[in-house]
């Protein structure tokens, strides 16, 4: 039990499908992320929300749309996504938005495995 | 900007045997610096982290010494075992969390 729970685990979806990926975390933490992992590539930091807020949107396509109702759930809303978004999408939480860089780490789900076809 | 460098994997080894995973990093101001590890099928998860120059993080058997003068932060394990198997990320931090690439470790019997 992570704390973080990511739902569905796995999705295969076509490029003209909308999906939404879940998160929900149990921790009690302020501030949400969404992370893209590809073979090979750092971890790229897509979004963030402290307090529901979106504080952070990394260039990401307009393709992804997030949304955060509260506190403890996050959503990835996927539309006309291209086979080159194929990959794992991890959520995390932490306490403080701030506080993550240095004493607060972030925790994180087991991830959804997207394959676009 | 601020950047890590990991050594790329596999790094393939027996059980038993000693474990380096070289990182080494880029940034401006006092960057405190993180290993995370990821298990198969599962999310990243902290294994150790130092906030400062010569500090030692260490937890499950894993070390690793903040060297300000070699900006690196090397993760070291004296003996390793087969659910030590998983992908470790070397990360630093000053106003954002910045990750490498990953290497991933296999231990085989």
């Known amino acids: 039990e992570t704390g973080v729970t990511q739902t569905p685990r796995h999705l295969v979806m076509g490029m003209t499908n909308k999906k939404s990926l879940k998160c929900e975390q149990h921790?009690?933490?302020?501030?949400m992320y969404w992370y893209k992992q590809s073979a090979k590539k750092p971890l790229e930091l897509m979004f963030v929300?402290?307090?529901?807020?979106?504080?952070e949107n990394n260039s990401v396509p307009s393709r992804f749309s997030p949304e955060c109702p509260n506190s403890s759930h996050l959503f990835l809303h996927l539309h006309t996504l291209q086979p080159e978004d194929s990959a794992l999408y991890l959520c995390a939480s932490s306490q403080e938005r701030q506080a993550q860089v240095n004493n607060s780490p972030l925790h994180f789900g087991n991830g959804t495995r997207l394959t676009v076809t | 900007g601020n950047s890590v460098t990991q050594m790329e994997g596999p790094v393939t080894l027996s059980e038993e045997a000693f474990l380096t995973i070289n990182c080494t990093y880029t940034?401006?101001?006092?960057?405190?610096l993180f290993w995370y590890v990821q298990y198969p099928g599962e999310g990243l998860q902290l294994l150790l982290k130092a906030t400062k120059a010569d500090d030692k993080g260490s937890n499950k058997g894993f070390e690793a010494t903040y060297r300000k003068e070699t900006t690196s932060f090397h993760l070291e394990k004296g003996s390793v075992q087969v659910s030590d198997s998983a992908v470790y990320f070397c990360?630093?931090?000053?106003?954002?969390?910045?990750f490498g690439t990953g290497t991933r470790l296999q231990v085989f019997p």
């Open positions: 940034a401006t101001g006092y960057p405190s």
């Open positions: 990360a630093l931090s000053t106003d954002k969390l910045i």
């Open positions: 921790l009690g933490h302020n501030a």
């Open positions: 929300y402290s307090l529901e807020e979106r504080v």
